[in-house]
């Protein structure tokens, strides 16, 4: 029912920002809670930021709290993720997902839709 596609990874220094974007299919994605995860090599996925199908709650990890911030424009069916301060720790492939609770979600078992993931490099 809902397929997600992100974009927007690539390679960064420490220190420096990077936008991810999730556009997203659907006519219902105000619907949808949506979150982001990321995989490092090695590792197992973990959980970075969640937000509400309307946009005004949101959840983020400690690791990136204060650096990383979720929105969404459900005009546009899309998400994004903004991410500053970048650390070497934050290189990963970051995967969108789309959760058929309302609210912000942290657990990826409750999200039911997942992109390919878009690979994020941060090199010291």
């Known amino acids: 029912q809902v397929q997600l596609a992100e974009s927007g990874g690539g390679l960064v220094q420490a220190g420096g920002s990077l936008r991810l974007s999730c556009a997203a299919s659907?006519?219902?994605?105000?619907?949808?809670?949506m979150g982001w995860f990321r995989q490092a090599p090695g590792k197992e996925r973990e959980f970075v930021a969640a937000l509400s199908g309307s946009g005004n709650s949101t959840h983020y990890s400690d690791s990136v709290k204060g650096r990383f911030t979720v929105s969404r424009d459900n005009a546009k069916n899309t998400v994004y993720l903004q991410m500053n301060s970048l650390k070497p720790e934050d290189t990963a492939v970051y995967y969108c997902?789309?959760?058929?609770?309302?609210?912000?979600?942290?657990?990826?078992?409750?999200?039911?839709?997942w992109g390919h993931g878009t690979q994020v490099t941060v090199s010291s």
């Open positions: 659907g006519r219902t994605f105000s619907r949808y809670g």
């Open positions: 997902a789309a959760s058929g609770f309302g609210n912000a979600r942290t657990s990826r078992h409750d999200y039911n839709y």
